[in-house]
């Protein structure tokens, strides 16, 4: 149980185009889902925290603009990256918290490269 | 939440326990540790929690000191597998917040 999905697992797109990860709780609801970031050899960087049916909390430095998220459902949350740049290339990672309970648990990972 | 300390590295032969420790000097009564690892260009997978019992799953050990101030995750029978890095995390429960991830301890499992 306890499963968590990303799609796509990579993307490669053009400078100002815009790109939607989605990230899906499959064997739970999931009341409040986060969105992180990876640059090589760094550690995980929260960029967003999102509770279903209200508007997502971002944190400081991260443009609500240009990382737009829905979570309009118990199950999945979508993070779109506006106008990417190549400086937005990463490795994006969502995890969901079980409605009433503790432990959070991450997808695999979405890497977005681009040009 | 209150701040962890973990080796940057550790080194473990395939087959032997890996103890892998966590100083959390700080922490408060409300808090967990949580341990959760990240193989490369993975996602971070959950290990083990614990507030202050001793705990075990299919996974790891965690053995929590009686003050609380640090704790060991204890792979019994490491394998090639498990090398990763490890992330020590306090946070306080019900809290609604995000994990916050520090740098973590690299463990390397060697033949």
């Known amino acids: 149980g306890a499963v968590v999905s990303q799609h796509p697992s990579r993307v490669i797109c053009k400078s100002g185009t815009s790109v939607k990860i989605e990230c899906r709780s499959l064997?739970?609801?999931?009341?409040?889902m986060f969105w992180y970031r990876q640059f090589p050899k760094q550690s995980l960087m929260l960029m967003a925290t999102?509770?279903?049916?209200?508007?997502?909390?971002?944190e400081q430095g991260v443009e609500k603009d240009k990382f737009l998220i829905n979570h309009a459902s118990l199950t999945l949350s979508t993070l779109t990256v506006t106008s990417a740049h190549p400086e937005d290339s990463s490795f994006y990672i969502c995890?969901?918290?079980?409605?009433?309970?503790?432990?959070?648990?991450f997808g695999p990972g979405t890497r977005l490269l681009v040009l | 939440d209150a701040k962890t300390t973990q080796p940057p590295s550790m080194d473990c032969a395939e087959g032997r326990a890996a103890n892998l420790p966590c100083n959390h000097s700080?922490?408060?009564?409300?808090?967990?540790v949580y341990w959760y690892r990240q193989i490369h260009s993975q996602g971070p997978q959950y290990i083990i929690h614990?507030?202050?019992n001793n705990e075990t799953n299919e996974m790891a050990s965690l053995i929590i000191t009686e003050d609380r101030k640090s704790s060991t995750l204890i792979l019994p029978h490491a394998t090639l597998r498990d090398t990763a890095v490890y992330y020590c995390?306090?946070?306080?429960?019900?809290?609604?917040?995000?994990?916050?991830f520090g740098k973590g301890t690299s463990l390397l499992v060697t033949p």
């Open positions: 995890s969901a918290r079980e409605t009433h309970k503790e432990t959070q648990y």
């Open positions: 999102s509770n279903e049916g209200s508007k997502a909390t971002y």
């Open positions: 700080t922490i408060s009564g409300n808090e967990y």
């Open positions: 614990g507030l202050k």
């Open positions: 995390i306090v946070r306080a429960s019900n809290s609604g917040y995000a994990l916050n």
């Open positions: 064997d739970f609801q999931a009341t409040t």
